[in-house]
């Protein structure tokens, strides 16, 4: 009796079948973004220029100790706190920047034991080796929450629109430059130049 032939499975469309569901995973799957804060490191100076005499009211320090607690200025500060005192010292303008102006925009209280200009303003932030993460990046939001703040408000006042629209409009046309709106956003960014110095953590 003769065998018969095992019937024979057409499997040419299996491929086509196969790329068309690789593509549609491809479309409808959404890519999470990492998220962090944005740090660009200074270039390397070469020259051997003297560093700058800073005076101690223009120095906002920040220490974040072991137990996670906040002391600014040498006295213990709520996390929550912490955002208006770094406000409260880049509005001060209880002086002169380097060219000899005095911070027309400026509206805090003037305080001539505060910050002189924000273009002199630093603030030095220092954690222990043993500090949380959380308790780290929470600080660094808040202080970066004060430049912000300052920055929104010079934005609304001078061209009647948000800090924060002018940068996404400035990333969503990366491609297409807007010398008007660049020269906007850095127009904003010397009234408030964001100068956070981070200090190395304690070995011990």
């Given at each position: 009796m003769a065998k018969r032939a095992a019937p024979e499975v057409n499997a040419g469309s299996m491929a086509d079948i196969a790329f068309l569901l690789l593509i549609f995973f491809l479309v409808t799957t959404t890519i999470e973004k990492d998220k962090g804060i944005l740090r660009s490191l200074p270039p390397i100076d070469d020259?051997?220029?003297?560093?700058?005499?800073?005076?101690?009211?223009?120095?906002?320090?920040?220490?974040?100790?072991?137990?996670?607690?906040?002391?600014?200025?040498?006295?213990?500060?709520?996390?929550?706190?912490?955002?208006?005192?770094?406000?409260?010292?880049?509005?001060?303008?209880?002086?002169?920047?380097?060219?000899?102006?005095?911070?027309?925009?400026?509206?805090?209280?003037?305080?001539?034991?505060?910050?002189?200009?924000?273009?002199k303003a630093i603030i030095s932030m220092k954690h222990d080796r043993e500090t949380s993460y959380e308790q780290y990046i929470e600080v660094q939001s808040n202080l970066m929450a004060a430049y912000n703040y300052l920055r929104e408000r010079e934005a609304q006042r001078l061209f009647n629109r948000s800090y924060e629209s002018m940068l996404a409009e400035k990333e969503k046309n990366q491609f297409k430059k807007d010398e008007k709106l660049n020269e906007q956003i850095e127009t904003i960014k010397k009234m408030f130049p964001m100068k956070l110095s981070e200090a190395e953590p304690d070995k011990n």
């Open positions: 020259s051997e220029t003297e560093p700058p005499i800073i005076k101690q009211k223009n120095l906002f320090t920040v220490l974040i100790n072991r137990q996670n607690q906040l002391l600014v200025e040498d006295e213990q500060m709520e996390l929550k706190d912490l955002r208006q005192a770094a406000i409260d010292f880049l509005d001060n303008g209880g002086g002169v920047n380097p060219e000899g102006e005095r911070c027309d925009y400026c509206r805090g209280k003037r305080d001539p034991s505060s910050s002189d200009h924000p273009d």
